[in-house]
């Protein structure tokens, strides 16, 4: 199914998430008016202080919560994420909401570089730090990972073991080179020790 329409898609992902879906920011001047007795008064976010990124995203039923049709059936929309102020971001698929996240971390990210968002079942795996070995690895190292393991995502299996024999091969490779570096040791079998 092609859902695509990028004037419509992002032209309402944008208007919905500044008058909605993103949070709202702190009003000094209203704050200061207020003298804080009617606690923190936030304002509705503006789109130029906001970061809008528009790709095409081919989306299996399921990750956009279709129950009927499942990972048969896909669909081909724009993708619209938009990162708040507030730190938050939201994610669109044509002109449907699909999810909120409070404080994205940086798979998210990778993710949005990869042009390859999860599904609203796995929205929870982009929510907060992440673990201090993903934030040391380096970041075009990881956004080309996330590119490749958002293309396998559509793959058919021969193909996905293709790339899995590729990617082994690149493992062998740094450890190779790991190994000049510290003679007996590899990179890998070094990182894994720590």
Known sequence: MDMRHPVRSLTWAVMRAIEQDLAGVDSPAANDLLNAEAGRITVRPRIEDCSVVMFTQVWRGSDLGFERGGDKECVDAETVVITGPAGDACVYVSTQFLYRVGQP????????????????????????????????????????????????????????????????????????????SAPGEGMIARASRA
Do not use: P, S
């Open 105 to 180: 971390n940086r798979r998210f990210f990778l993710d949005v570089a990869a042009q390859c968002m999860r599904g609203k079942r796995e929205r929870c795996v982009y929510e907060g730090r992440d673990t201090e070995d993903q934030e040391a690895f380096d970041y075009e190292v990881a956004g080309a990972l996330a590119r490749v393991c958002g293309a396998v995502r559509m793959m058919d299996g021969e193909d996905a073991g293709r790339v899995a024999n590729m990617l082994r091969d690149c493992i062998e490779h740094v450890e190779a080179v790991g190994q000049t």
